[in-house]
């Protein structure tokens, strides 16, 4: 089963403003790591916001 484009909008909402997944479906909680691994190499890496161009 493929999520739906609202689920994933919904999980993505999840990991970004910091709350648990309350779903025990292996295949969203595997997106909801694969989302904060991103977000965690995004901090680390110092990839925040929009880099400027001028």
Known sequence: MNLSAHR???IYLAATMGY???SEDPEEVAYYKQLKE???KDRENGNLGIT???
């Open 8 to 10: 994933k909008h919904k």
């Open 52 to 54: 400027r161009s001028d």
């Open 20 to 22: 648990g997944l309350s």
């Open 38 to 40: 991103e977000m965690k």
